[in-house]
């Protein structure tokens, strides 16, 4: 996904699920003047890699979170992708 024209940055990280275990969701930063969707994003995933791998939910976001390493803090990440997709399926947080 990181490879697709539009996007500037993006993380991929797992949410948990009942029947997979886990599923890939992903957090994107969209390039400057561009407006790329969920489904091309995904579109893109499932034509450039395994399908298992392509995320089941992409959210727009304006910056990543930075841990004090100054790389991507994927721990945040997680727990915001977790309380989102469960939110958004219907599942209590």
């Known amino acids: ?3 697709h024209p539009e996007v500037a940055q993006a993380c991929v990280v797992p949410v948990a699920d009942d029947i997979k275990y886990q599923l890939p969701v992903a957090f994107v930063v969209a390039k ?3 407006r790329p969707t969920e489904d091309a994003l995904r579109r893109f ?4 890699g ?3 791998a392509h995320p ?4 727009f ?3 990543l979170p930075l ?3 100054n790389k ?3 721990k945040a990440l997680v727990e915001r992708a977790a309380a989102t997709y469960m939110r958004e399926n219907g599942r209590r947080v």
């Open 32 to 34: 400057p003047g561009t």
């Open 61 to 63: 976001v304006d910056e």
């Open 72 to 74: 991507i803090d994927r």
């Open 56 to 59: 089941r939910a992409v959210w």
């Open 45 to 48: 995933a499932l034509d450039n």
């Open 1 to 3: 996904m990181g490879r």
């Open 50 to 52: 395994p399908a298992y």
């Open 67 to 69: 841990a004090g390493t």
